[in-house]
């Protein structure tokens, strides 16, 4: 938000009012439900952020037509109606609310057991009908049976416990969750086809990627165990859904418990697979309505809006999708290290004269192994010198993109010296490198070169390199005295060899070049000095 102007914030699809007010306080907030993606693509040039759920595909065409998009929210957790690639490209920032709607898809998906097991919903249709007949549901117990879940994350947890509570026993499928988990939780982890094979329901619990992209195909469900039923709580495309009409119609499956589709809703598409599964007797389907619980989508709500709104203000958001997550307790510690390192970046690009060599070192106190922290200080680095001279905005999420499309070759040395835990060092072929440390959450330079300097990098600063002898000082004061302009604080780093300083004011405006020029002539300086804008924008 500058100069009065308040971002705009479309949204697609219902958000609870608790979540449209948090918003409300700074942007201007518009809910347009149930617009046609021809609408939609006239309405996004105007919008700096999107909110959406699952319905709204934010896709490739969408993206290039909001020229002024800066952030989608995905109400919700899983992002795949949003075309990442497309956004990472553009440096927007995807984040989604991963948490608030948990326990409602868990407790959906315990619902569909029950229901699936007791025929509920079936036997209530017919009672309405005025037929009463006892023995066409005969159900199953719960109790010992097997569950298999696919997808140990948080909604599958969330789903082992509730089962293990029905006297359920558990065996899942993650090749990314650890046993150390699956133990806690008193699940036994083995692998796919073992977990169709010997399980009574199946629940999935996976996003919809390329490598879980009808996951569940005919040769899967050739293993499953005759008579069991399956649970798709998660994303139509993990099932091939003309397979899974197969194995029920033939009886191998005795039923399905249904909440996501391909086609959403399915009668868009009539005599779709996704429409003969919504309509098949097996089947007890609903119209995606995991997350639907007050409760939930008052979470969700909230925990978007705080998520955009941190986004739009060019905070780093813990729940980013399209860059590497790094927990909110270590951003409280990275983030002044990030603007560090973009001051850093920005300071080598003027003091090289409005430009930047290809070939950089970073060194930087790391615990080892933390790719999130690299990322963040790369991050900084390649936005402070890219930023100033062009008109791309360079964020966490397209940052290592723009930098290897423009031939910036990063080296990163990590090390673990005591003492050095706050400071960065850049080092930019052909110039001198450039030390910096946080000091009180606030990026400061004390090195640059062989001058030693202390400096806090905000606001305007005047930089030149002098003959270190009496009276230089005095002569800058009454030049941009006599320009009226102020001089808000001072440094001179002095190197003695040499007899030559460095010297850095802080301004409280800018002197115009007729200015800058006196200085260097009367100063008897080799070069004119450098004006560095350091919050300034970019260009
Ligand atoms: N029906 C509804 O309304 C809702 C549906 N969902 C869906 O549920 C999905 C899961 O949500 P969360 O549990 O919160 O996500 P999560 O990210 O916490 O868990 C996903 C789990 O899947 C595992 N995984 C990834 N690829 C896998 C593979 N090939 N095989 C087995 N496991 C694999 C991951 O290791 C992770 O543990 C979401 O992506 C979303 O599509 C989520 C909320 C509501
Ligand atoms: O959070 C998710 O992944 C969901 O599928 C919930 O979708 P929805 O927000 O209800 O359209």
Redesign the pocket.
């Known amino acids: 938000m500058e100069n009065g102007y308040r971002d705009r914030i479309l949204v697609t699809e219902k958000l609870s009012d608790e979540g449209v007010a948090i918003l409300q306080k700074d942007f201007i907030v518009d809910s347009k439900y149930g617009l046609s993606p021809e609408e939609l693509l006239n309405e996004i040039p105007q919008y700096d952020a999107l909110i959406v759920r699952?319905a709204t595909k934010v896709n490739r065409e969408l993206i290039l037509a909001g020229k002024k998009l800066r952030v989608v929210g995905r109400a919700?957790?899983?992002v795949?109606n949003i075309d990442l690639q497309a956004a990472t490209e553009r440096g927007i920032l995807v984040v989604n609310a991963?948490t608030g709607?948990?326990i409602?898809?868990a407790e959906?998906t315990i619902a569909h057991i029950c229901a699936l097991s007791r025929f509920l919903t079936s036997a209530d249709a017919g009672l309405k009908r005025g037929i009463w007949d006892r023995n066409a549901y005969i159900g199953t117990s719960l109790e010992g049976k097997w569950l298999g879940v696919?997808?140990?994350?948080?909604?599958?947890?969330e789903v082992s416990r509730r089962a293990k509570g029905l006297g359920m026993k558990v065996l899942a499928?993650?090749?990314?969750?650890s046993e150390e988990t699956a133990k806690s939780l008193g699940v036994n982890l083995e692998p796919?086809e073992t977990v169709f094979s010997n399980s009574d329901f199946i629940t999935l619990?996976?996003?919809?990627?390329e490598?879980?992209r009808n996951?569940v195909n005919r040769e899967l469900l050739s293993k499953v165990k005759p008579g069991a039923r399956l649970l798709n709580?998660?994303?139509g495309g993990l099932i091939d859904e003309e397979a899974l009409l197969e194995y029920l119609n033939n009886g191998r499956l005795a039923g399905a418990g249904i909440?996501?589709f391909v086609t959403e809703p399915p009668s868009k598409i009539p005599d779709s697979p996704s429409e003969r599964l919504s309509k098949h007797p097996k089947v007890l389907a609903t119209p995606?309505?995991?997350?639907?619980t007050v409760e939930a989508q008052l979470d969700v709500a909230i925990e978007i809006a705080e998520a955009v709104m941190s986004a739009l203000c060019g905070e780093l958001v813990p729940t980013l999708v399209n860059a590497p997550a790094v927990s909110s307790d270590a951003l409280v510690y990275l983030k002044p290290r990030a603007l560090l390192a973009e001051r850093l970046g920005r300071l080598a690009y003027s003091l090289a004269g409005g430009t930047f060599s290809g070939d950089i070192t970073i060194h930087f106190y790391s615990n080892d192994g933390d790719d999130g922290e690299s990322r963040l200080i790369r991050t900084g680095v390649i936005k402070g010198l890219m930023e100033p001279g062009s008109d791309h905005v360079i964020n966490v999420v397209n940052a290592d993109m723009v930098g290897k499309v423009h031939g910036l070759q990063i080296t990163e040395i990590k090390r673990r010296c005591v003492g050095e835990e706050n400071c960065i060092t850049l080092q930019m072929k052909g110039s001198p490198p450039i030390k910096g440390r946080v000091i009180g959450n606030r990026p400061h330079v004390t090195c640059i070169g062989e001058f030693e300097v202390d400096l806090v990098l905000e606001g305007l600063v005047l930089a030149y390199y002098q003959v270190d002898m009496p009276g230089q000082i005095g002569k800058v004061g009454n030049i941009l005295g006599q320009a009226n302009v102020n001089i808000s604080f001072m440094t001179l780093g002095r190197h003695l060899p040499s007899r030559m300083a460095l010297v850095l004011l802080g301004l409280d405006s800018i002197p115009d070049t007729k200015t800058l020029e006196k200085i260097r002539a009367d100063v008897g300086l080799e070069k004119r000095p450098v004006l560095l804008d350091l919050d300034g924008n970019p260009g």
């Open positions: 699952s919700g957790v899983g795949d991963p709607n948990c409602a898809a959906h696919v997808g140990l994350g948080r909604i599958g947890r499928f993650d090749p990314y969750t796919l619990h996976v996003p919809l990627i490598t879980t996951m709580i998660a994303r909440d996501c995606h309505l995991g997350a639907s």
